[in-house]
């Protein structure tokens, strides 16, 4: 027993009210939601939510694909908007700022990870939403009229980066910077594969061509050909199905970001890799492992990695980083109500390349 015999409900817990929009069990269906989020402690930032992108984590996690949902889910972690109050101690922010906060509410700040600017690695991480709170309460995500949060995980937006179109850096784009920078994919020269041309693989080619890469994008779908040599700056184009294609390419790669998160064969993909060449996947697949064969490895020394995120400090160099390159993401601006229609199309992989929610002029507060 926790101490707590009588359950508060949500709105009841904190108080400040807050609306959002809850999926309230695993059918995954968002619907208009009441809660509250704590008082603005002395090292908290408040923000008014004005944007959110949707992830396939937030479809996933509304589903209980994973199963560790805890419903109800108020998901969104692509959240950015404008301070409204900031707590006592609070030293980089105020009234006014651009912030932004991404997959984290918070980690344990002493561990080896921590202390190296590592807190995605944190063992005792919080998510931003479908979390646990150090007193106790379930963290809730951006599909939501405000967010409070510890200004450590907060990160500046740069002002020449719309809010729109640079929610989704907080996620998809933090989540492939990252690798390119940890497994040294980021010299220029280096030639790169994009596996899957979504919400992070669209991101993953223009960091990496920013950063003066070669890049192939390999994909199942040669729609998307165009789209990734003309808009997206790709140099060349593969379909992953295309045996002489994928032949044809057999040893060029230094290495590839995965960002598919279905079953899918990684065989193909250690064949385009050179010696040394390193696999990294970044894509998260509902449940079923993925098959790895053992040939290739040995016999060219090659490495399959994962990747997750990004520590703060690094997100908020990416988003420098951005600024600097004119770097944002692709969108499409949705409605609040919009949402689950959303979920649909992106289960389809039916947007170019990311939905961002306008919660600052569509999210009513239901009172």
């Known amino acids: 027993m926790e101490g707590k015999l009588i359950a508060k409900l949500p709105e009841e817990e904190h108080p400040q009210i807050t609306f959002g929009w809850a999926a309230k069990d695993q059918s995954g269906v968002l619907s208009p939601f009441k809660f509250s989020r704590r008082a603005t402690g002395e090292n908290d930032v408040k923000f008014k939510v004005l944007y959110c992108g949707i992830c396939h984590g937030d479809l996933h996690m509304s589903k209980n694909d994973f199963g560790f949902s805890t419903f109800p889910v108020v998901p969104g972690h692509e959240i950015v908007g404008v301070v409204t109050e900031v707590g006592d101690k609070v030293e980089k922010f105020k009234v006014g700022d651009r912030v932004g906060v991404g997959c984290f509410a918070g980690s344990c700040r002493s561990c080896d990870y921590c202390k190296n600017d590592l807190e995605n690695y944190c063992s005792e991480m919080i998510f931003i939403f479908n979390g646990k709170y150090y007193d106790g309460t379930t963290t809730h995500g951006g599909f939501s009229d405000i967010m409070v949060t510890d200004e450590h995980f907060i990160v500046r937006i740069p002002d020449s980066v719309p809010l729109d179109a640079g929610a989704p850096l907080l996620c998809a784009g933090i989540t492939v910077y990252s690798p390119l920078r940890y497994y040294g994919l980021d010299k220029p020269g280096t030639h790169l594969g994009v596996v899957g041309l979504g919400g992070l693989g669209h991101m993953?080619?223009?960091?990496?061509?920013?950063?003066?890469?070669?890049?192939?994008?390999?994909?199942?779908s040669p729609n998307k050909k165009q789209e990734a040599i003309e808009s997206l700056g790709a140099d060349s184009f593969l379909i992953s199905h295309d045996q002489d294609q994928m032949q044809g390419a057999i040893g060029t790669l230094d290495g590839i970001i995965d960002t598919v998160s279905a079953v899918h064969p990684l065989l193909p993909?250690?064949?385009?890799?050179?010696?040394?060449?390193?696999?990294?996947?970044?894509?998260?697949?509902?449940?079923?492992?993925?098959?790895?064969?053992?040939?290739?490895?040995?016999?060219?020394?090659?490495?399959?990695?994962?990747?997750?995120?990004?520590?703060?400090?690094?997100?908020?160099?990416?988003?420098?980083?951005?600024?600097?390159?004119?770097?944002?993401?692709?969108?499409?601006?949705?409605?609040?109500?919009y949402v689950n229609t959303a979920f649909e199309r992106l289960l389809k992989a039916d947007v170019k390349y990311r939905f961002v929610i306008d919660i600052g002029n569509t999210l009513k507060s239901h009172h």
Do not use: Y
Not at 204 to 220: E, P, R
Not at 286 to 304: A, H, Q, T, W
Not at 314 to 329: G, V
């Open 204 to 220: 993953a080619v223009k960091f990496a061509k920013a950063m003066g890469v070669k890049v192939t994008v390999i994909s199942t």
């Open 269 to 337: 993909l250690l064949g385009l890799l050179k010696s040394h060449g390193k696999l990294v996947l970044v894509g998260i697949p509902e449940s079923k492992p993925l098959e790895l064969p053992v040939f290739p490895l040995l016999f060219g020394r090659k490495i399959v990695a994962g990747s997750i995120a990004g520590g703060m400090k690094e997100t908020q160099e990416m988003f420098d980083f951005a600024a600097k390159h004119n770097i944002t993401a692709d969108i499409e601006v949705i409605p609040m109500d």
